[in-house]
């Protein structure tokens, strides 16, 4: 009944901008570590971003001061702002919805949506 599903990506030309979205259903949104991971082909998979539940962000050093990321909790909605892109972030994008706490441990991962920067 979780469910994570991504959209947004596509083909683009350097320097130009993608906003990805990540619609989370099945789970208290606002309890969750929010958070954007690539996977390039040939790669392992990287943290991009997260974004807590008391809205404190990080961001992989590759993308900082490029990309930004933010949630509407009203919405159940993780969002991953892309400006300035390179051919070096062409990879598959994966939303993550992380809790640990007194409930217990609990991880999902979205389907992925693919992201290529290419002239």
């Known amino acids: 009944q979780v469910q994570l599903v991504e959209s947004g990506g596509g083909l683009v030309q350097p320097g130009e901008s993608l906003r990805l979205s990540c619609a989370a259903s099945g789970i208290i949104f606002s309890i969750y570590t929010m958070g954007w991971y690539r996977q390039a082909p040939g790669k392992q998979r990287e943290s991009v971003a997260d974004?807590?539940?008391?809205?404190?962000?990080n961001y992989a050093d590759s993308v900082k001061g490029r990309f930004t990321i933010s949630r509407d909790n009203a919405k159940n909605t993780v969002y991953l702002q892309m400006n300035s892109l390179k051919p070096e972030d062409t990879a598959v994008y994966y939303c993550n919805a992380d809790y640990t706490g007194s409930l217990g441990e609990y991880d999902y991962w979205g389907q992925g949506t693919q992201v290529t920067v290419s002239s």
């Open positions: 974004i807590t539940i008391g809205g404190t962000t």
